[in-house]
C-alpha cells in the first residue's frame, strides 16, 4: 500500500457516509443528541471547519419546459404553479436526436469544470471528490465518471446520497476529510447535482410541476484557522434525520416479477425499477416551515454568532412560500434571501450550489460573505451551515 493510500485507509476508517436517513459527519467536530422532546431526531451540530470556498461552478440543461407548456400536459395553468411555488420554468434532460438519453454525470462534469476554473486549481490539485446525488446515471455511482472527465487522476471519488440536503450534508463531509488530524488531503470538489424529472408521475400536476435537472459544485481548501488572510469558510453546521417520516417524500423501489428456472422449482425474483416520486406536499411544507429555522439557528449557535450577522439566507430551492416563511421566522427581509427557483424549479442537491454559482458570478455575493444555508427533503433529512464566502471576485 502506498502512502497516499495508507493516508486514505486512515481516514476511511470511522467514515460514516450518509443516505437520506442518516446522518453524515465525523468526531471531533460535532457531537450527537437527542432534541425536541417527543420527537427526538438524532442530530450532529458543530463550530468551524478549516476549509474555505475557493470556487463555484452550475450548468443547466438547455431544454425549458415553461408553466405554459405544462399547460397542454396536465390540468393547470401558468398562474395556478407560479402563485404556489414561485417556478415560472424548469430546465430537463431529454433525449438526444440518436434517441440516447442526456447525462446527469455531463451536467456534473460542466458544473465541476466552471467550479475549478474558478479556483484557480488543476485537476490535478484535486484529492477528493463527492458527488451528491440521488439520481446518478450509474446506480453505482457518477463520481469516478466526473473523475475521469475532469482529469483528476489524483482524487478519490465517492457518491454520497442525501436527497435535498446533499450539498450540505457533503461540504461537511468533505471538510472532515480536508481538516482530519494527520490527513494529506487539502483541496475537494463537492458536486450536487440531479435529475429527477426522470423520477416524476408527469400526469400527477402536483409533483410534476415542482421538479427541474441541474447540477452545482464548489471547490474547497483546507486553510489554516489562524491565518488572518484566509479565513475559515465552514463556519458551523447542524443536521439531522428523521427516518420515522420517510414516507411523506420518497421514490420507492417498485420491482417487477422475475422467474429463474432453477432446479426442482423456479425462482421468483425482483427486476429493477422504481416508481416515480412521491410527496405529501401538506406535510413536507410543515416540516420544512417548522425545522429549517431551528436548524439554522442550531448551525449559528454552534458558529457562536446571530443572525445578524448573516449576509445573505440561501435556502434549498423548493417552494418561495417556505423561504418567505423562514426568512420571516428569523427576522430576515426577503432582500437577503437568494433564489434561482423561478428559471430552475427544485433541482435538489443541486438547488444551493446552483443558486450560489449565480450569485457569486452576477456579483451579488462578494468575498467575505456570510451565508447561512440549509437543506431539507426526503428521508426526511435536513441540515444547515453557516459559509463564508472565500473566492476572488470575478472579473
Not at 303 to 331: C, F, P, S
Not at 374 to 393: E, K, M, Q, T, V
Request: one cysteine or more; charged letters at 15%.
Amino acid at each position: 500500500m502506498t502512502s497516499r493510500q495508507n493516508n486514505f485507509h486512515n481516514l476511511l476508517v470511522g467514515l460514516v457516509l450518509t443516505s437520506a436517513a442518516t446522518t453524515a459527519a465525523f468526531a471531533p467536530h460535532h457531537h450527537f443528541g437527542l432534541t425536541r422532546g417527543s420527537n427526538q431526531v438524532r442530530m450532529a451540530t458543530g463550530g468551524a471547519i478549516n476549509i474555505k470556498a475557493i470556487g463555484v461552478g452550475s450548468a443547466a440543461p438547455k431544454t425549458i419546459l415553461t408553466n405554459n407548456d405544462l399547460e397542454s400536459v396536465v390540468e393547470t395553468t401558468d398562474e395556478w404553479i407560479s402563485s404556489r411555488t414561485g417556478i415560472s420554468q424548469r430546465r430537463v434532460l431529454v433525449l438526444n436526436e440518436d434517441s440516447s438519453p442526456q447525462r446527469l454525470a455531463t451536467l456534473s462534469s460542466a458544473a465541476a469544470s466552471h467550479a475549478l476554473d474558478m479556483s484557480g486549481l488543476s485537476p490535478a490539485d484535486i484529492d477528493l471528490i463527492i458527488m451528491c446525488t440521488s439520481s446518478p446515471d450509474d446506480l453505482f455511482g457518477d463520481a469516478t465518471t466526473v473523475q475521469a472527465a475532469l482529469g483528476c487522476k489524483n482524487a478519490v471519488a465517492f457518491d454520497l446520497t442525501a436527497a435535498c440536503s446533499g450539498f450540505l450534508f457533503g461540504c461537511v463531509t468533505a471538510g472532515q476529510f480536508l481538516s482530519s488530524t494527520g490527513g494529506n488531503l487539502k483541496n475537494a470538489i463537492v458536486i450536487g447535482g440531479d435529475a429527477l424529472t426522470r423520477w416524476v408521475d408527469w400526469d400527477d400536476r402536483n409533483s410534476c410541476i415542482l421538479f427541474g435537472d441541474g447540477a452545482g459544485a464548489m471547490v474547497v481548501s483546507k486553510c489554516d484557522g489562524n491565518d488572518p488572510s484566509s479565513p475559515i469558510g465552514l463556519l458551523g453546521y447542524s443536521m439531522h434525520s428523521n427516518g420515522e417520516s420517510q414516507g411523506d417524500l420518497m421514490c420507492g423501489y417498485l420491482g417487477s416479477a422475475r422467474s429463474i428456472a432453477t432446479k426442482n422449482e423456479p425462482t421468483q425474483l425482483s427486476s429493477g425499477s422504481y416508481s416515480p416520486i412521491t410527496m405529501n406536499g401538506k406535510k413536507v411544507y410543515q416540516f420544512a416551515t417548522r425545522e429549517v429555522p431551528i436548524v439554522i439557528e442550531e448551525a449559528l449557535a454552534a458558529a457562536n454568532m446571530d443572525i445578524e450577522q448573516v449576509d445573505w439566507l440561501l435556502l434549498h430551492q423548493a417552494n418561495i412560500r417556505i423561504m418567505e416563511t423562514v426568512a420571516k421566522r428569523l427576522g430576515l427581509p426577503m432582500e437577503k434571501v437568494i433564489t434561482n427557483l423561478k428559471s430552475y424549479g427544485n433541482t435538489s442537491a443541486a438547488s444551493i450550489p446552483l443558486a450560489l454559482d449565480e450569485a457569486v458570478r452576477s456579483g451579488l455575493v462578494k468575498k467575505g460573505d456570510v451565508i447561512a444555508c440549509a437543506g431539507f427533503g426526503a428521508g426526511l433529512s435536513w441540515g444547515a451551515a453557516i459559509l463564508r464566502w472565500g473566492g476572488d471576485a470575478i472579473e
